[in-house]
């Protein structure tokens, strides 16, 4: 999968498709089943799996927050560990946000896109549009 494409994954994305719940919980699975099908080479970020695992747990129960956390883990999504360089850069991009409300797990993704150089995200949050990015499967 050397030439693939890449895709990184919000936590907005995993808690949407582990929550029948939540209001996005539809739209991402058929994405999910487009992502697979298309081939794309997965990634996230460690503060994007922690929060995911955390809000899962708080929307649903604590053991489907572990199912999840185990099933990723034995995956081959890459989990990206922001360095100083990267978390500098997502605090730039954080001191650009026009809301207090800005979570900083979205700029260190948006960090990782741009060292990446990624243009389009599985979320569904609207700020990564704001951000120059695309989001998967609406913005496209």
Known sequence: MQNSKKLLIDADAFIALNDGNDPSHKQALVL??????????????????????????????????????????????????????????????????????????????MAIMREKGLDTIFSFDEHYKKNGFKRFGIDE
Do not use: H
């Not at 955390?54 to 649903?60: A, K, L």
């Open 32 to 109: 999910s089943k487009v992502i697979s099908f298309e081939e794309y080479q997965l990634m996230t970020s460690d503060p994007a799996l922690g929060e995911a695992i955390t809000v899962i747990s708080q929307n649903t129960n604590l053991k489907q927050a572990v199912s999840f956390a185990e099933g990723i883990l034995v995956t081959n999504i890459e989990i990206i560990e922001p360095d100083s360089s990267l978390r500098r850069q997502a605090l730039d991009i954080f001191k650009k946000q026009n809301s207090k409300n800005s979570r900083f797990t979205d700029c260190v993704n």
